[in-house]
């Protein structure tokens, strides 16, 4: 008897695995219903939580909520969304031509043939499409042009007569935003905060400054301390930058 029992125990356990493999995709769905493409992706960029059969559909959630990003156009929302789903499962078509037009205006010419690579193995029967894109990256490294780089002249930086050489280019609902805010908060540093998605201007600025400095144009949070441009949240590298302006 206690054999029996100890079989249907194990039987239960089993049956139990599928169903918290499946927690986080499951949670991600509904919050993909509801709209909340944000907390799709706190949900399930992470690509150690997700299980390998899993991937794909989950790469497939991210791909919707990319794609209605870039509707809204919340395109740093988008950003983060597209590199997450082609983490899971390269094989998006919306989403590699996404990330081949942000490699490109980047500047990062390697990275925006490496995404073409995939995209045409992924559509051999779209040579001419392939074709095309290959001659607009080799037009544009030969050039140095951007899509943005008119942008330079419709704006003249005055943060600096403000009083405060700090700038934190961010979303209200990025995470590592709110990271960089409160580090900044809790040091008692002097900041400008701008949001991107609710100033165009604001957008302009952090995109001419991040590629500049040689970075992702379309990611948040960017900081820049007296002159020095950071993306992403770390408090070692904001310390040191904060530093050095200050000398």
Same mark, same amino acid.
């Given at each position: 008897?206690?054999?029996?029992?100890?079989?249907?125990?194990?039987?239960?356990?089993?049956?139990?695995?599928?169903?918290?493999?499946?927690?986080?995709?499951?949670?991600?769905?509904?919050?993909?219903?509801?709209?909340?493409?944000?907390?799709?992706?706190?949900?399930?960029?992470?690509?150690?939580?997700?299980?390998?059969?899993?991937?794909?559909?989950?790469?497939?959630?991210?791909?919707?909520?990319?794609?209605?990003?870039?509707?809204?156009?919340?395109?740093?929302?988008?950003?983060?969304?597209?590199?997450?789903?082609?983490?899971?499962?390269?094989?998006?078509?919306?989403?590699?031509?996404?990330?081949?037009?942000?490699?490109?205006?980047?500047?990062?010419?390697?990275?925006?043939?490496?995404?073409?690579?995939?995209?045409?193995?992924?559509?051999?029967?779209?040579?001419?499409?392939?074709?095309?894109?290959?001659?607009?990256?080799?037009?544009?490294?030969?050039?140095?042009?951007?899509?943005?780089?008119?942008?330079?002249?419709?704006?003249?930086?005055?943060? $600096?007569?403000?009083?405060?050489?700090?700038?934190?280019?961010?979303?209200?609902?990025?995470?590592?935003?709110?990271?960089?805010?409160?580090?900044?908060?809790?040091?008692?540093?002097?900041?400008?905060?701008?949001?991107?998605?609710?100033?165009?201007?604001?957008?302009?600025? $952090?995109?001419?400054?991040?590629?500049?400095?040689?970075?992702?144009?379309?990611?948040?949070?960017?900081?820049?301390?007296?002159?020095?441009?950071?993306?992403?949240?770390?408090?070692?590298?904001?310390?040191?930058?904060?530093?050095?302006?200050?000398?």
């Amino acid at each position: 008897m206690p054999s029996r029992r100890l079989a249907a125990f194990a039987s239960l356990a089993l049956l139990a695995l599928p169903a918290l493999a499946s927690k986080d995709l499951a949670a991600a769905q509904a919050w993909f219903k509801k709209g909340r493409d944000v907390d799709v992706l706190t949900t399930i960029r992470d690509e150690a939580r997700i299980p390998p059969a899993e991937r794909p559909q989950a790469a497939r959630l991210l791909t919707a909520s990319f794609e209605r990003s870039v509707q809204k156009q919340r395109f740093e929302l988008a950003q983060q969304l597209a590199e997450a789903s082609f983490d899971l499962d390269p094989a998006q078509p919306s989403v590699l031509r996404f990330l081949i037009n942000g490699a490109l205006d980047d500047q990062h010419f390697a990275q925006a043939r490496r995404y073409l690579e995939i995209w045409h193995g992924l559509r051999p029967q779209d040579a001419a499409d392939t074709d095309a894109m290959k001659a607009k990256i080799n037009d544009a490294e030969s050039s140095k042009t951007s899509l943005f780089g008119k942008a330079k002249a419709f704006f003249k930086p005055k943060d $600096k007569a403000k009083g405060s050489a700090i700038i934190l280019y961010g979303t209200s609902w990025c995470p590592a935003c709110k990271k960089a805010r409160e580090y900044l908060k809790r040091k008692g540093i002097a900041f400008i905060e701008k949001d991107v998605e609710a100033d165009p201007m604001a957008n302009l600025e $952090k995109k001419e400054k991040a590629r500049a400095a040689g970075l992702a144009t379309q990611s948040v949070p960017v900081l820049d301390a007296n002159g020095t441009t950071l993306l992403g949240f770390s408090e070692a590298q904001y310390e040191q930058a904060i530093a050095r302006g200050g000398e």
